[in-house]
């Protein structure tokens, strides 16, 4: 969480690009990424030579002798029409053949830089902007993944591409679930912003920072003042060192842990920067269909059997090039419904015994076309089926309505029960506001979900009137597959009594009479 100043700073920022003519929070958000990344790169690069001079090791210089004068600290003191020019002609045009035997960040962004465009027209507007993202605490490691993080809710609370980002806290719920650890090889095949990845990072930072590694400091208001929580009791942001991570786990971290896929380069963009600036030095953020079929061509270890965990939340009506399809996908389903292959895509990419956590509509678990029902068969039959979580209609609201559900499951052998919880309120009004209130199931959800026992299936317990329930197999086959939690979950009706009609009538009568005799009494005074 970041405080009160620096809240204020992102919010004078994003309000000069939106009077600067550039309303659209996408492209307010890519563009300050590139300035970001600008900064960032000469941030390492003083480091580099810092070093370089004390240990006298030479090192890969990131700007040539010739290219010395697009350096972040030399740009930034131009005026304004030299700073337009030099950004606008030699800077984007450095990003685009930034490489990896450039520097580590260029590895993370080759891919996707080549097209970086300047979409700053006002020259005052650059510079206003280069001067905010120089005041930007970027060389603090504890708060720059926030800080990128609070530039990414803008994206919701703009109105515009809410479909880019799903609610944090349901993705938090959702890595608790999985619980990774430090050896676990994680990815997001429809990555987007990069929400998954980098939440699950944090995950693990608080998962394995001892006791005397966590730092605590106070949360301040727009003021500078201490915010107080209910009981008036100051709050405060933790934060998670990592300490108990050996060197050698925070290799894998840094290189091999992370991966995303997309197919829209700004995404891809912000989702790189999203994760460099929550501290993953090259993380892999990939330009790539996986439902292609040169998916497997390019990334053979990674499309088939390369995770231990897989997070998504797919596109649920994405655009598809039907006659580029991998064929193997549609042999396990057949069909043009993106969250339907999504979920097939997923399936092919676990390892075996690997686990994934997928936000589908509720249509997969209860649609009756022949590739609906022949997927939910495959989960059931061929993979372990381990729980289906209903969310509340109102979660992606005010962007869609659309109910939907979590799918969790492991790959590899077969499905005996399976665990249902109808989650009925996740901390915020269903309506568009989505204000924040007290009632919450997903502090119970995850809880549950790790303490589910198996033999309550069984058992007398198991009472579907519950918001956690289980179902067995046979129920699920003899439903068509059907994993909707209505088939299942049963309702207690409670028996209301009313007063006989003549009761009701007489009172009505009465109620009449007592009107009429008021009315009466208005007209006598006229």
Avoid at 23 to 29: D, E, F, G, W, Y
Avoid at 434 to 453: G, H, V
Wanted: hydrophobic fraction near 35%.
């Amino acid at each position: 969480m970041i405080t009160g100043p620096l809240k204020s700073k992102i919010d004078k920022l994003w309000e000069e690009f939106w009077t600067g003519g550039i309303t659209n929070p996408l492209t307010v958000v890519e563009q300050i990424t590139f300035l970001m990344y600008a900064r960032m790169l000469d941030m390492n690069e003083q480091a580099d030579e810092k070093r370089s001079a004390r240990t006298k090791q030479p090192f890969n210089r990131r700007f040539s002798d010739a290219e010395q004068h697009i350096r972040w600290q030399n740009l930034r003191h131009l005026g304004a029409e030299e700073l337009y020019k030099l950004v606008k002609d030699e800077l984007f045009p450095f990003f685009s053949k930034t490489s990896d035997d450039v520097s580590p960040e260029g590895a993370v962004f080759n891919e996707f830089m080549k097209d970086a465009q300047l979409m700053i027209q006002k020259q005052s507007l650059l510079v206003k902007a280069v001067e905010m993202v120089n005041d930007l605490p970027l060389e603090n490691a504890d708060t720059k993944g926030d800080l990128y993080e609070y530039l990414l809710s803008k994206l919701t609370t703009a109105g515009i591409n809410g479909q880019f980002r799903t609610p944090r806290h349901i993705i938090r719920a959702m890595v608790e679930m999985m619980d990774p650890d430090v050896t676990s090889q994680i990815c997001d095949p429809s990555t987007g912003t990069g929400g998954f990845l980098s939440v699950s990072y944090e995950y693990l930072l608080q998962k394995y920072t001892s006791a005397e590694g966590v730092e605590r400091e106070p949360v301040l208001d727009v003021d500078g003042n201490v915010q107080l929580d209910d009981s008036g009791k100051p709050l405060e942001n933790c934060l998670y060192s990592g300490d108990l991570i050996t060197p050698e786990q925070r290799s894998h971290i840094d290189t091999n842990m992370f991966n995303g896929f997309d197919f829209d380069a700004t995404m891809l963009r912000v989702a790189a920067m999203n994760l460099v600036m929550h501290g993953i030095k090259q993380p892999g953020i990939h330009y790539q269909d996986t439902l292609s079929q040169n998916f497997k061509e390019h990334y053979p270890q990674k499309a088939k059997e390369g995770f231990d965990i897989i997070l998504a939340n797919p596109p649920f009506k994405g655009s598809l090039d039907e006659e580029d399809v991998c064929p193997e996908l549609l042999r396990k389903v057949k069909t043009k419904k993106t969250e339907l292959l999504f979920v097939a895509l997923i399936e092919r990419m676990l390892k075996v015994g690997g686990q994934s956590a997928t936000i589908v509509p509720d249509g997969v678990l209860f649609g009756s076309s022949k590739a609906h029902v022949q997927l939910r068969q495959m989960l059931v039959d061929n993979n372990q089926l381990e729980a289906v979580i209903s969310l509340p209609s109102g979660v992606f609201k005010p962007y869609a309505g659309v109910s939907t559900a979590i799918l969790i499951f492991t790959k590899g052998g077969s499905t005996d029960h399976v665990w249902f919880y109808d989650v009925q309120a996740d901390g915020f009004s269903l309506d568009d506001k989505r204000t924040p209130i007290k009632t919450n199931d997903l502090p119970s959800l995850i809880s549950e979900f790790k303490a589910r026992d198996k033999a309550q299936a069984t058992s007398g317990s198991n009472d579907k009137t519950q918001k956690a329930f289980w179902v067995s197999k046979d129920d699920i086959v003899s439903n068509k597959y059907d994993l909707s939690i209505n088939r299942y979950k049963e309702v207690v009706y409670e028996e209301e009594t009313y007063e006989p009609p003549k009761e009701i009538l007489g009172k009505l009568v009465s109620l009449e009479n007592e009107i009429l005799a008021d009315l009466k009494e208005l007209e006598g005074m006229l």
